[in-house]
């Protein structure tokens, strides 16, 4: 069935993104939502590419891209309705030796990431001023070498709300072909473990504490540099930890995972796409974008669902299409990894407010902090709302964050003052923020518009005024 234009194949591979770093945010999932997260990644993606070699986007099951928006807007309620954690498998060991410390220190990259890519950071900002040189063991710069894979910690950045980490890894071959994200960042993660020495929680995954993928650009073919972010102070405030002024950082990393430009996903069988099809006539469904507009609400249930058991069928002929990361579509590079060094806490220019306003039903602020790079909201936790941080002029902060423990970055927004808005997670899911993305207004007013629609569809607001 036609229903994209192959312009959208591009479009799907930067929502897929999209979905990717919120499902690898700060909430893990469980292997039930992962394998539903992967679905719904194929549906978007595999079956556009299978026609796309007679010149036609196939999106049966997807509905077009109005569609595709509400597949991914499904995706982050799964995601919300989800929030359990499971671990990360650790990598086989590998043979390590360490680098010459001396030899590190004369790379001018390894001593200024921060420098050279702070401004373009998602969460950005001018982190060459307060950061410090990473230190391991009271020895300068460490870096790590397995398999012809060299890492190396740059530079340090903490306050109360969160850790930021800049690394460089390089390696002896080329990097493989990466695919880019819609900012035109290489996609790269990181995945292990970060173990603080003023807590006695043990190690903690990283998709606990942060985004795994780490936020860089490529230097050369065969050197890559960027940041991770910890989201500390939330994890630590929930629990009800402080960071303290200074501690040591124990990490370890036994796994890299690239975006590969090209995947090589089994194609569908041709024999499971024409029993869909023949299933569609035996319902009398027909195979155009013309019909599917046409369709009853039940007869799109029955497109559904076959189309679901034609990927089925699919996942049982290949089995490993349904983990990620996997063979198809990710490339590898193995460690481990492993670090320890210490850490001094910064508050220059951290602004905290301590608001504890809560409202009749139960929803509300607990505190709010404003870094030099982003703004982070302590609420009371409701899975069953939805909260949007707005800047002064109304812009919405982000892509919207879940219903407690948000941070949205600073830069480009006028945050003198900011409004939280609690709202219902359905309605605004399937409502409200269609308002903001849909394009339908001028930039001008857009946000004018979108606070107002909050102000008379919130369940809890909230003025904050900074003074700075």
């Not at 407010?353 to 709010?368: A, F, H, M, P, Y």
């Not at 409502?431 to 946000?447: A, F, K, N, Q, T």
Request: glycine letters at 8%.
């Amino acid at each position: 069935m036609e229903r994209q234009k192959n312009s959208s194949q591009v479009e799907n591979l930067q929502m897929d993104h999209t979905i990717q770093t919120i499902l690898n945010g700060t909430f893990p999932l469980p292997p039930q939502v992962a394998d539903a997260r992967e679905e719904a990644f194929a549906k978007v993606r595999a079956l556009a590419k299978d026609k796309a070699k007679d010149g036609k986007q196939n999106n049966t099951a997807i509905g077009g891209q109005d569609t595709a928006h509400k597949n991914y807007k499904k995706m982050k309620k799964i995601l919300f309705r989800g929030l359990v954690g499971t671990g990360v498998a650790a990598a086989a060991f590998s043979c390590i030796y360490i680098v010459n410390p001396s030899v590190v220190a004369q790379m001018p990259l390894v001593n200024h990431v921060f420098e050279q890519i702070g401004e373009s950071l998602d969460f950005a900002g001018d982190y060459a001023a307060l950061a410090e040189q990473v230190k391991e063991a009271e020895k300068g710069i460490e870096s790590i070498t397995v398999d012809g894979t060299t890492m190396t910690l740059s530079e340090t950045y903490c306050n109360e709300t969160a850790l930021y980490l800049s690394l460089v890894i390089h390696s002896e071959e080329k990097f493989p072909d990466t695919f880019y994200d819609e900012n035109g960042k290489p996609m790269i993660n990181m995945y292990g473990q970060i173990d603080v020495d003023f807590d006695e929680e043990g190690a903690i995954d990283l998709v606990y504490v942060g985004d795994s993928e780490i936020d860089g650009k490529m230097i050369d073919d065969n050197t890559f540099a960027g940041v991770i972010r910890f989201d500390l102070g939330q994890h630590f405030s929930n629990k009800g930890v402080e960071i303290p002024d200074n501690y040591q950082v124990k990490l370890s990393v036994p796994q890299i995972v690239g975006t590969k430009l090209h995947d090589t996903r089994p194609e569908m069988p041709e024999e499971l796409r024409q029993k869909y099809e023949i299933a569609m006539e035996e319902n009398g469904l027909g195979l155009t974008d013309e019909d599917y507009e046409r369709f009853t609400q039940e007869q799109k249930d029955i497109e559904y669902q076959l189309f679901n058991d034609m990927w089925n069928a699919y996942y049982e002929l290949y089995p490993d299409r349904q983990t990620y990361p996997n063979q198809y579509d990710n490339w590898f590079m193995y460690g481990p990894w492993e670090f320890t060094f210490d850490v001094a806490r910064n508050d220059e220019d951290v602004i905290h407010q301590e608001l504890n306003d809560i409202n009749e039903n139960g929803l509300g602020i607990i505190s709010v902090t404003k870094t030099p790079m982003e703004i982070s909201v302590e609420m009371v936790e409701n899975l069953d709302c939805y909260a949007a941080i707005l800047d002064a002029d109304g812009n919405l902060m982000g892509s919207g964050v879940p219903g407690y423990g948000n941070s949205a970055p600073i830069r480009g927004y006028d945050t003198s003052k900011i409004y939280v808005y609690v709202c219902d997670y359905e309605e605004y899911m399937d409502e409200l923020d269609d308002v903001w993305w849909s394009g339908g207004y001028d930039e001008s007013v857009r946000g004018e518009v979108f606070k107002e629609l909050l102000d008379e569809r919130s369940l809890y607001c909230k003025e904050i005024i900074f003074d700075e």
